[in-house]
């Protein structure tokens, strides 16, 4: 064997050994990437209403719901709702708040799904989600149930865990891992202070990245929605955790490993 030939091997494995390294590096950036979306799902956003325009936050995808007068409305009087253009609340810990008024006839809703109409269900949303009632149905009755699925009816549901009826309420809801809590602060004067509460474990039901929207709603034009406020916990659970500690020592490995060469 020639020294031009011993030469070309040599280049040849060298060139291999290359490619290898930067398929290496490519596959541990597209996981890093796609880690650093997992952990993005879900913006933050805080909204008082008073721009007299949707943000690009929300998704008024029945088309019913205005800012008017500093609040968040429904401007038809039909049942609908309005969400959130992210869908991917369910990945990561939240607190969604919003202040409800309710001063009419009227069912409140908000809680966290699709929000779309079930027909099977008098055009109940999917979610999992609060039912406040004004103060001449049910007696102002609030109830926490839970519609993931077509066709099962409601899946869960906590009836009259709280009473209020007409007035201005907070309603906190947050989630922990798998368990959504809605708590209530009947006459909400700046400060929050819990007067009802109730929960449920998500994990029992079909959510997922696509159906996670967070959503408030009315059935008629009785109650409005304001200084509504999202704040978001990008905390990794401990499988993406190893696996985003394992692409960057990857990457090291290789920052390292050609600074020696």
Known sequence: MTLITLLDHKNVLILKKK??????????L??????????QAGIAFSDDFNDGALGSHLDNFEG???????????????????????????????????????????????????GAQDPNLSNEPFGAYLRMHDSTLVGGRVDLVVNSSPLSGFEFVDYGFGNFGNGTHRVRSTLTGSLLTFDIDQHYNGTFNTDASSSVDLSLFSFNSTNSHLFVGTSTSGAAYDDML????????????????????????????????
């Open 19 to 28: 490619q290898k390294i930067m398929k290496l590096k490519a596959s541990a």
């Open 30 to 39: 597209i996981l890093l990437l796609s880690l650093f979306n997992h952990l």
């Open 64 to 114: 019913t719901f205005a800012e008017t007068g500093g609040q968040l409305k429904n401007i038809y009087g039909t049942r609908s709702t309005i969400r959130t253009s992210d869908s991917d609340y369910i990945s990561n810990d939240f607190i969604f708040e919003s202040t409800i008024t309710i001063s009419s006839t009227e069912i409140a809703f908000m809680g966290m799904g699709t």
């Open 230 to 261: 999202v704040s978001v916990s990008a905390v990794p659970e401990p499988a993406s955790l190893s696996l985003l500690l394992l692409s960057c020592g990857s990457l090291a490995f290789f920052r390292r490993k050609r600074k020696i060469v």
